[in-house]
């Protein structure tokens, strides 16, 4: 079964068994299971169901593999013949998680 979800800002498409990246789920850790209800859409074939925007009664369960932090991204200002440099970095906090079930 298939289904496409919206967690932490963004929507992915998944099917069971997908391990995802996404932004950190606060206040949990690697091992902890999450529960996704904002599902968009559900099923396959015949049985595919549409939400407006959610599905009332579906919700995905998703375990936890990892709490990691992503590549460093750097941020540099400048303006010319005015002296001004700034420079500044950045690690986004992620999570690595694996998609168990689909309940739709």
Do not use: C, W
């Not at 099917?15 to 902890?32: C, F, H, M």
């Not at 299971?33 to 009332?56: H, M, Q, Y």
């Not at 579906?58 to 540099?76: D, M, P, Q, Y």
């Not at 001004?84 to 986004?92: I, T």
């Amino acid at each position: 079964m298939k289904a496409t979800i919206k967690t932490q800002g963004q929507q992915f498409s998944v099917s069971e068994g997908d391990v995802l990246i996404v932004n950190r789920y606060p206040k949990t850790e690697a091992g902890a299971t999450v529960e996704i209800k904002e599902v968009l859409t559900a099923g396959e074939g015949d049985s595919f169901k549409v939400g407006a925007p959610f599905l009332s009664d579906a919700s995905v369960t998703a375990k936890i593999l990892e709490n990691k932090r992503g590549k460093k991204v750097i941020i540099f200002k400048k303006k010319k013949r005015k002296g001004y440099e700034k420079k500044q970095g950045h690690r986004q906090e992620l999570s690595v998680i694996k998609i168990e079930s689909i309940r739709a």
